[in-house]
């Protein structure tokens, strides 16, 4: 029986393609908002939901986990790391960052391809 090799475009993850999802979902939820403590989880639930819709709409074998943090500008520092034990070759990390006058956004993709 003949082994199944995907075509390589099919899978490598598109870094610049998640960056401008994940950024067109901020936008669409943050847009030209002011921080309100009330309001966060909504958005933050909104960003990761409409970014693993629009993500998985693609079409791609991968699996995505999305993360999404939202602080108030306050001089306070914020920072994050992660680290990953995968295949360099097909999965793949975004992190877009976002912010206005009011509040930063980080939003964190880790897509682990399907290989059947």
């Known amino acids: 029986m003949e082994e199944f ?3 390589n475009d099919e899978v490598t993850f598109n870094t610049e393609e998640a960056h401008n999802i994940i950024k067109d979902c901020i936008e669409g939820v943050l847009g030209k908002a ?8 909504h958005w933050t639930a909104a960003i990761v ?8 709409k693609l ?3 991968y ?11 306050c001089g306070a520092g914020l920072h ?3 680290s990953c034990f995968w295949d ?3 999965d ?11 509040m930063n956004c980080v939003v964190n993709v880790f897509a682990v391809a399907i290989i059947l």
């Open 5 to 7: 090799h995907p075509h």
């Open 34 to 41: 002011d921080y309100n403590h009330d309001k966060v989880n």
């Open 49 to 56: 939901e409409q970014s693993l819709t629009h993500l998985v």
């Open 59 to 61: 079409g791609k074998t």
């Open 63 to 73: 699996k995505y986990i999305v993360t999404c943090a939202v602080m108030q500008k």
């Open 80 to 82: 994050t790391a992660s």
């Open 88 to 90: 360099t070759t097909t």
């Open 92 to 102: 793949g990390t975004c992190t877009v960052r976002w912010e206005n006058r009011t």
